[in-house]
């Protein structure tokens, strides 16, 4: 079985201050992981994806995760938050050979001006 | 990148009626595609799996005979909701299969309203 925890319902951060979205995983094999960002009655649009390599990913719009095996996290990070940052934010997990993802509860950014 | 089509992107409907929705992989072939259910600030949850030529496969505790999914060419795959209710008032996401490395792509959402 597999599955994603954000441990946080809602981050809020001040616009050009750094902002991290925290994730962790459970899987049984090896973690595809992925995070995608929603905004208002829009679908998912993917940011980024870990499936194997360099644990520091970057992806779409400045967004970077970490993957740390040890601790099972896979963090949503970028260096200085823009006001349009403000959406809700998903990460998602499925296991090698299975396209199934499981996602987790959502975090909602709020960016102040 | 791939683009996956949702239509209609809003739908209002009587209680009673049914409702199709349709997902099309616009520029790839989708072998499989995924059909997800989401409430309002909440996560989305995996309602089928639906596999080209075959039938869909759903998950537990889905209804099967009130969510009818047919995947009937590689870039179509509909959701039909038989004798709509207002609980199954939702937003429906679609995601697709393909491309080279058979990643996931994401429709823009079906925002169903039963009245």
């Known amino acids: 079985a597999q599955s994603v925890a954000q441990p946080e319902d809602q981050v809020n951060v001040a616009e050009g201050n750094p902002l991290t979205v925290k994730c962790t995983y459970s899987?049984?094999?090896?973690?595809?992981l992925f995070w995608y960002v929603q905004y208002p009655n829009r679908g998912l649009q993917f940011l980024l994806k870990?499936?194997?390599?360099?644990?520091l990913v970057k992806g779409s719009y400045g967004f970077e995760a970490e993957f740390n095996k040890s601790q099972t996290s896979f963090h949503l990070k970028k260096p200085s938050a823009l006001v349009s940052d403000s959406a809700l934010y998903f990460c998602?997990?499925?296991?090698?050979?299975?396209?199934?993802?499981?996602f987790g509860a959502g975090t909602t950014v709020t960016v102040r001006a | 990148g791939a683009v996956v089509s949702q239509h209609p992107s809003r739908v209002i409907c009587k209680s009673g009626t049914s409702v199709k929705i349709e997902c099309r992989s616009l520029?790839?072939?989708?072998?499989?595609m995924f059909w997800y259910r989401q409430f309002p600030k909440q996560s989305l949850m995996l309602m089928a799996t639906?596999?080209?030529?075959?039938?869909?496969?759903?998950e537990q505790g889905v209804e099967k005979d009130k969510f009818l999914i047919n995947h009937a060419s590689l870039t179509l795959s509909t959701l039909t909701v038989t004798s709509a209710h207002p609980e199954d008032s939702s937003f429906y996401i679609c995601?697709?299969?393909?491309?080279?490395?058979?990643?996931?792509?994401f429709g823009e959402g079906s925002r169903l309203t039963v009245l």
């Open positions: 995601s697709a299969r393909g491309g080279g490395a058979g990643e996931l792509f």
């Open positions: 899987v049984s094999g090896n973690p595809y």
């Open positions: 870990y499936i194997t390599g360099d644990n």
């Open positions: 998602a997990v499925r296991e090698e050979g299975d396209y199934k993802l499981s």
């Open positions: 520029d790839f072939q989708a072998t499989t």
């Open positions: 639906s596999n080209e030529g075959s039938k869909a496969t759903y």
